[in-house]
């Protein structure tokens, strides 16, 4: 920033001599020193005076203080004592004048809504002398407040001006004309300042309206007059801008040596990088590509790749669960790099090594150990929390596990973590008996942290203490603000079961059973599942309905997902059969964990196995599905995929996959290492030009022609690539303001909206896009914002304009079908079903099978079916069964078949289901439903033999009881009176998603 330069005089020599900064006239540059709010601090002046004014002996006495003041330029004074006077003497008849000198200081110091109270209002009594040092000051006022073209009005007839005056109409009038985007203009208004009255300050500015004029020789000439000038010289920052201007201009006039020299003195100073980058792209311009790579890498240099290199096994390993690597792999990286800031990564695989082998003290003892040593931020907050796990609910040790909780709390990287923390603290805090001790945490988490992920599972935790103790209607309280503002939350099924729970304790069955249909169509795993047909059950059984009880009971029992146990076994089964080389079986194994964590990690694993068993395409395409999962675990099988693709022989998937992870915009040491295989391997092969044009930070420093409001925008599209989010929308914010009509201003309410989006202020997001032009990108983000705030017709209304728009910023398929999903569930959330038909319906038929949106293609597959839309529901359902050889799918897509009359095709499904798939549950369940096609295909004999088998291996159980009925039924055994089916054929039981 620039040191304010000698002001030019007004009036006299006397008078207010300071005022006129010049540097003011450089647009952003502000020198507030109040900024409090003109009425607070007429208030304030009061009080402060409040024994001065009756002092003085009258209205014109006092008048006379305040001008001798103004005049002998003890602006400070004036200004309190003004502002007493103008409390004190309401209607004075020097009011006018007293407002006036009032706003012009106030207009001066930066204080511009202040100035602009007093200045904008009607004062008759200011003579027609001073009127244009009014008019300046309330010039310099609305520039301030970004109001250009109300200031250049006013100065088209500032009034009668002195000689010295002259010169800050000029300067303010360059100012307007460079606000509106007229840079010649407001250059040709400067030169009209005596070159001899012409200080740093307006020479800087000077060369900034020449070069955004075009003008680069008189831009240099400019700079080097603004570096040379005794006259109000430039400070360090000034004189650093300058420098890095003139070397900007050197090099467009293609001087190269020249802009060396003028970057020079820049080096070693807070420009340095910068300046590097400007001789990196002079080096360039001369053919000296070389010294111009070592420059550039200089100025940008790579960190942490060469630590990735040892990362990325542990990292792998950690991927596919395989704990003996993993061990090995972070013991070897602590060994040799005990200090570098990736070692955190390797205590934790470490310990998490050590606890998979039952050594729980160990892990914590490691974790501690290392604790001190790792810098704030996300390192020692993941170190911390997963201490405190350790210590809690491996040890039970509450006091170790509250001192770590602590810990992670303090050093947090953000908001959502700091909640994530005491979400756990309050959840550890529970189980150990301190209630008191959860509820506060719970209570900070939704006061201070609002907006975060984890407030949902806050207010679900807040309805289960509340039940627990007794108070049923304070839990019920919470659990209904998960099922009110968090609709489409993971804990929204807990929350409605656990409402029914509390409305069935209080008497209220009918409620307890409306609350329970709140689940119909969400996923629910075993123990979800068991408590929902329980209650049901014991609902049903008070209002004396039996057969319902004991329908609900063996629905539970055929169409419940695995427990968290059973997918554990079902990952160790995979794992064994991958050992054993049964990669099909491990396929299926993998295919039917319900746990997301254990499935990614049984694709890596089959993934590693298939490529070395040479299968590269099929290994591929698993890695492939991983990598576009996003976060840490993407990026790490994208780094995997390009090493495959290398050692494969596939030089050009390898570099496109290397480009896709170098180009991420995430602090992972990963992305370095890509970026740095991508340099070594142009530096090989095609030389140190090549090389050069892939460094970002290199491509972004070209000192291009700057152009006014290009030149905003390439500031904000250079911090949005380089993560800076806030940097970004600052730049868009200041190109919105300066040129609100401007081409690029969707772009900019969208930069705006997706910066705080990313900060996770979605009201404002949503605010700044209902203002932005539409567009299928506008709409897109626009729905999401309304769809965060729970605005379910909004974000509806939003999707459908960005999958219908013909306008800029066309959507990808992957974002239209993600439209078409969010879309429909507004819909059903707000119960427009044929709405949610329409969108499901196509993102049914559309959608891939990938791992990122499996369960959701699944859901919509099962609404679909319930809503007899069956042929989306069987396209979906297809791709899914195909891809990953689950047992529910197949279940479900033979019940699809049946309902849709191909009984032949669905009786084909449910045996294979029945005969091929290792999930216990889903076979008995194939088998009951085939068994009554083939009844109804007139197989009666096929239909006993399955019934028998069913006897054979149920017996004892609620199921064993139905499957010996149904066999008597169809031997003709009157002994025993036929029961009816659990559910009619329209309602075949359930799958986990029921």
Same mark, same amino acid.
């Given at each position: 920033?620039?040191?304010?330069?000698?002001?030019?005089?007004?009036?006299?020599?006397?008078?207010?001599?300071?005022?006129?900064?010049?540097?003011?006239?450089?647009?952003?540059?502000?020198?507030?020193?109040? %900024?409090?709010? +003109?009425?607070?601090?007429?208030?304030?002046a009061a009080a402060m005076f409040a024994h001065s004014i009756p002092a003085l002996a009258s209205e014109p006495e006092d008048f006379q203080v305040i001008k001798r003041l103004v005049e002998e330029g003890a602006t400070a004074t004036a200004q309190s004592q003004a502002s007493a006077y103008l409390q004190a003497y309401p209607q004075g008849a020097n009011r006018d004048r007293v407002a006036c000198w009032l706003g012009e200081i106030l207009a001066w110091k930066g204080e511009a809504k202040e100035a602009i109270a007093l200045l904008g209002q009607p004062l008759p009594g200011v003579p027609e002398r001073e009127r244009g040092a009014l008019n300046l000051a309330k010039a310099r006022a609305l520039l301030d407040l970004k109001r250009p073209a109300e200031a250049a009005l006013l100065l088209k007839k500032p009034g009668a001006l002195s000689k010295d005056e002259m010169n800050a109409f000029r300067r303010l009038n360059a100012?307007?004309?460079?606000?509106?985007?007229?840079?010649?203009?407001?250059?040709?208004?400067?030169?009209?300042?005596?070159?001899?009255?012409? !200080?740093? $300050?307006?020479?800087?500015?000077?060369?900034?309206?020449?070069?955004?004029?075009?003008?680069?020789?008189?831009?240099?000439?400019?700079?080097?007059?603004? #570096?040379?000038?005794?006259?109000? %010289?430039l400070d360090a920052s000034g004189q650093i801008k300058a420098r890095l201007a003139l070397a900007g201009c050197d090099y467009r006039l293609k001087d190269y040596?020249?802009?060396?020299?003028?970057?020079?003195?820049?080096?070693?100073?807070?420009?340095?990088?910068?300046?590097?980058?400007?001789?990196?792209?002079? #080096?360039?311009?001369?053919?000296?590509?070389?010294?111009?790579?070592?420059?550039?890498?200089?100025?940008?240099?790579?960190?942490?790749?060469?630590?990735?290199?040892?990362?990325?096994?542990?990292?792998?390993?950690?991927?596919?669960?395989?704990?003996?690597?993993?061990?090995?792999?972070?013991?070897?990286?602590?060994?040799? *790099?005990?200090?570098?800031?990736?070692?955190?990564?390797?205590?934790l695989g470490l310990a998490r090594s050590m606890e998979d082998r039952g050594d729980a003290p160990g892990a914590l003892s490691e974790l501690e150990s290392a604790l001190p040593n790792l810098p704030s931020g996300q390192p020692k907050y993941a170190t911390a929390m997963k201490a405190a796990e350790l210590a809690w609910k491996e040890l039970r040790d509450w006091d170790r596990a509250k001192r770590h909780f602590a810990l992670a709390k303090e050093v947090a990287p953000d908001e959502a973590e700091k909640a994530s923390a005491l979400l756990e603290f309050a959840r550890g805090a529970w189980e150990h008996g301190s209630s008191g001790d959860a509820l506060s945490a719970l209570a900070e988490l939704v006061k201070d942290h609002p907006g975060t992920p984890p407030v949902p599972g806050a207010y679900l935790l807040l309805g289960q203490i509340r039940c627990a103790q007794g108070d049923r209607a304070?839990?019920?309280?919470?659990?209904?603000?998960?099922?009110?503002? +968090?609709?489409?939350?993971?804990?929204?099924?807990?929350?409605?079961?656990?409402?029914?729970?509390?409305?069935?304790?209080? %008497?209220?069955?009918?409620?307890?059973?409306?609350?329970?249909?709140l689940t119909q169509g969400l996923p629910l795993d075993g123990g979800l599942s068991a408590r929902r047909s329980g209650l049901f059950a014991r609902i049903a059984l008070e209002q004396g309905r039996p057969d319902v009880a004991r329908a609900a009971l063996l629905q539970d029992w055929q169409g419940c997902a695995p427990l968290a146990n059973g997918d554990e076994s079902r990952f160790l089964m995979g794992a064994a059969q991958v050992e054993a080389g049964d990669l099909g079986d491990a396929s299926e194994s993998f295919s039917e964990l319900q746990d997301s964590g254990l499935e990614r990690a049984g694709r890596f694993r089959l993934a590693r196995a298939?490529?070395?068993?040479?299968?590269?395409?099929?290994?591929?395409?698993?890695?492939?599905?991983?990598?576009?999962?996003?976060?840490?675990?993407?990026?790490?099988?994208?780094?995997?995929?390009?090493?495959?693709?290398?050692?494969?022989?596939?030089? !050009?998937?390898?570099?496109?996959? #290397?480009?896709?992870?170098a180009s991420l915009q995430a602090d992972d040491p990963l992305v370095a290492l890509a970026?740095?295989?991508?340099?070594?391997?142009?530096?090989?092969?095609?030389?140190? $030009?090549?090389?050069?044009?892939?460094?970002?930070?290199?491509l972004a420093a070209e000192p291009k022609s700057p152009e006014r409001s290009a030149d905003l925008l390439r500031e904000a599209r250079i911090r949005r690539a380089a993560g800076d989010v806030e940097g970004a929308a600052a730049a868009y914010r200041e190109y919105l303001d300066r040129f609100p009509s401007g081409e690029a201003g969707g772009e900019a309410a969208l930069g705006i909206a997706d910066g705080a989006a990313k900060?996770?202020?979605?009201?404002?997001?949503?605010?700044?896009?209902?203002?932005?032009?539409?567009?299928?990108?506008? !709409?897109?983000?626009?729905?999401?914002?309304? +769809?965060?705030?729970?605005?379910?017709?909004?974000?509806?209304?939003?999707?459908?304009?960005?999958?219908?728009?013909?306008?800029?910023?066309?959507?990808?398929?992957?974002?239209?079908?993600e439209a078409h999903y969010k879309a429909g569930v507004a819909a059903v959330i707000q119960g427009k079903l044929d709405g949610a038909r329409l969108h499901w319906a196509t993102y049914a038929q559309s959608a891939k099978a990938l791992p990122g949106n499996r369960d959701e293609l699944f859901d919509v597959a099962l609404w679909l079916q319930k809503q007899g839309d069956y042929e989306p529901a069987l396209a979906a359902l297809g791709k899914l069964r195909d891809a990953y050889r689950d047992a529910a799918v197949g279940f479900q897509y033979g019940y699809t078949l049946e309902l849709m009359g191909r009984a032949e095709d669905a009786l084909s499904a449910y045996l294979k289901v029945a005969y091929a798939s290792s999930n216990a549950q889903w076979a008995l369940t194939a088998r009951y439903r085939a068994a009554e096609l083939m009844v109804s295909?007139?197989? *009666?004999?096929?239909?006993?033999?399955?019934?028998?088998?069913?006897?054979?291996?149920?017996?004892?159980?609620?199921?064993?009881?139905?499957?010996?009925?149904?066999?008597?039924?169809? #031997?003709?055994?009157?002994?025993?009176?036929?029961?009816?089916?659990?559910?009619?054929?329209? !309602?075949?039981?359930?799958?986990?998603?029921?």
């Amino acid at each position: 920033m620039l040191n304010p330069a000698a002001e030019p005089k007004w009036r006299s020599q006397k008078q207010m001599s300071r005022l006129f900064s010049l540097n003011s006239l450089v647009p952003n540059f502000h020198r507030g020193i109040c %900024g409090k709010g +003109f009425i607070v601090a007429l208030f304030l002046a009061a009080a402060m005076f409040a024994h001065s004014i009756p002092a003085l002996a009258s209205e014109p006495e006092d008048f006379q203080v305040i001008k001798r003041l103004v005049e002998e330029g003890a602006t400070a004074t004036a200004q309190s004592q003004a502002s007493a006077y103008l409390q004190a003497y309401p209607q004075g008849a020097n009011r006018d004048r007293v407002a006036c000198w009032l706003g012009e200081i106030l207009a001066w110091k930066g204080e511009a809504k202040e100035a602009i109270a007093l200045l904008g209002q009607p004062l008759p009594g200011v003579p027609e002398r001073e009127r244009g040092a009014l008019n300046l000051a309330k010039a310099r006022a609305l520039l301030d407040l970004k109001r250009p073209a109300e200031a250049a009005l006013l100065l088209k007839k500032p009034g009668a001006l002195s000689k010295d005056e002259m010169n800050a109409f000029r300067r303010l009038n360059a100012r307007s004309y460079f606000d509106l985007d007229q840079p010649a203009e407001a250059a040709q208004s400067l030169k009209m300042i005596p070159e001899n009255q012409r !200080d740093a $300050a307006d020479d800087f500015f000077l060369g900034r309206c020449l070069a955004l004029s075009g003008d680069d020789k008189g831009a240099r000439e400019a700079y080097s007059a603004a #570096l040379g000038s005794n006259v109000n %010289g430039l400070d360090a920052s000034g004189q650093i801008k300058a420098r890095l201007a003139l070397a900007g201009c050197d090099y467009r006039l293609k001087d190269y040596q020249a802009a060396i020299l003028a970057a020079e003195p820049v080096v070693g100073t807070a420009g340095s990088r910068e300046a590097m980058l400007i001789q990196a792209w002079a #080096l360039h311009g001369s053919g000296d590509d070389a010294k111009a790579y070592d420059m550039a890498r200089k100025a940008a240099p790579l960190s942490g790749w060469e630590d990735a290199a040892m990362i990325a096994p542990l990292r792998e390993a950690l991927l596919a669960r395989d704990f003996s690597a993993a061990s090995s792999a972070a013991a070897a990286f602590i060994k040799a *790099k005990p200090d570098s800031p990736l070692a955190y990564e390797a205590h934790l695989g470490l310990a998490r090594s050590m606890e998979d082998r039952g050594d729980a003290p160990g892990a914590l003892s490691e974790l501690e150990s290392a604790l001190p040593n790792l810098p704030s931020g996300q390192p020692k907050y993941a170190t911390a929390m997963k201490a405190a796990e350790l210590a809690w609910k491996e040890l039970r040790d509450w006091d170790r596990a509250k001192r770590h909780f602590a810990l992670a709390k303090e050093v947090a990287p953000d908001e959502a973590e700091k909640a994530s923390a005491l979400l756990e603290f309050a959840r550890g805090a529970w189980e150990h008996g301190s209630s008191g001790d959860a509820l506060s945490a719970l209570a900070e988490l939704v006061k201070d942290h609002p907006g975060t992920p984890p407030v949902p599972g806050a207010y679900l935790l807040l309805g289960q203490i509340r039940c627990a103790q007794g108070d049923r209607a304070q839990g019920a309280q919470a659990y209904q603000v998960v099922l009110d503002s +968090f609709p489409d939350a993971p804990e929204f099924a807990p929350a409605a079961l656990g409402l029914a729970e509390a409305l069935f304790s209080e %008497g209220k069955p009918d409620e307890a059973s409306s609350a329970i249909g709140l689940t119909q169509g969400l996923p629910l795993d075993g123990g979800l599942s068991a408590r929902r047909s329980g209650l049901f059950a014991r609902i049903a059984l008070e209002q004396g309905r039996p057969d319902v009880a004991r329908a609900a009971l063996l629905q539970d029992w055929q169409g419940c997902a695995p427990l968290a146990n059973g997918d554990e076994s079902r990952f160790l089964m995979g794992a064994a059969q991958v050992e054993a080389g049964d990669l099909g079986d491990a396929s299926e194994s993998f295919s039917e964990l319900q746990d997301s964590g254990l499935e990614r990690a049984g694709r890596f694993r089959l993934a590693r196995a298939l490529y070395k068993a040479g299968k590269y395409e099929e290994s591929m395409a698993l890695v492939e599905g991983l990598a576009g999962g996003g976060g840490e675990e993407g990026r790490t099988a994208l780094w995997a995929l390009a090493s495959w693709q290398a050692e494969a022989g596939k030089s !050009d998937e390898a570099g496109a996959t #290397l480009q896709r992870l170098a180009s991420l915009q995430a602090d992972d040491p990963l992305v370095a290492l890509a970026q740095r295989k991508i340099e070594v391997a142009l530096l090989a092969s095609e030389g140190p $030009a090549a090389a050069l044009r892939v460094i970002p930070a290199f491509l972004a420093a070209e000192p291009k022609s700057p152009e006014r409001s290009a030149d905003l925008l390439r500031e904000a599209r250079i911090r949005r690539a380089a993560g800076d989010v806030e940097g970004a929308a600052a730049a868009y914010r200041e190109y919105l303001d300066r040129f609100p009509s401007g081409e690029a201003g969707g772009e900019a309410a969208l930069g705006i909206a997706d910066g705080a989006a990313k900060m996770g202020d979605w009201s404002k997001a949503r605010q700044v896009l209902q203002a932005a032009p539409q567009s299928a990108s506008r !709409d897109m983000l626009l729905g999401e914002a309304c +769809f965060h705030l729970r605005d379910m017709p909004s974000a509806q209304a939003a999707f459908e304009g960005a999958i219908a728009s013909k306008g800029q910023g066309p959507l990808s398929q992957e974002q239209l079908l993600e439209a078409h999903y969010k879309a429909g569930v507004a819909a059903v959330i707000q119960g427009k079903l044929d709405g949610a038909r329409l969108h499901w319906a196509t993102y049914a038929q559309s959608a891939k099978a990938l791992p990122g949106n499996r369960d959701e293609l699944f859901d919509v597959a099962l609404w679909l079916q319930k809503q007899g839309d069956y042929e989306p529901a069987l396209a979906a359902l297809g791709k899914l069964r195909d891809a990953y050889r689950d047992a529910a799918v197949g279940f479900q897509y033979g019940y699809t078949l049946e309902l849709m009359g191909r009984a032949e095709d669905a009786l084909s499904a449910y045996l294979k289901v029945a005969y091929a798939s290792s999930n216990a549950q889903w076979a008995l369940t194939a088998r009951y439903r085939a068994a009554e096609l083939m009844v109804s295909l007139g197989r *009666k004999d096929d239909a006993i033999a399955l019934y028998r088998e069913l006897v054979e291996r149920t017996q004892g159980t609620v199921q064993g009881d139905y499957a010996k009925k149904r066999l008597d039924q169809l #031997l003709g055994n009157p002994a025993v009176p036929p029961s009816s089916p659990p559910k009619e054929k329209k !309602d075949a039981p359930a799958a986990p998603a029921d």
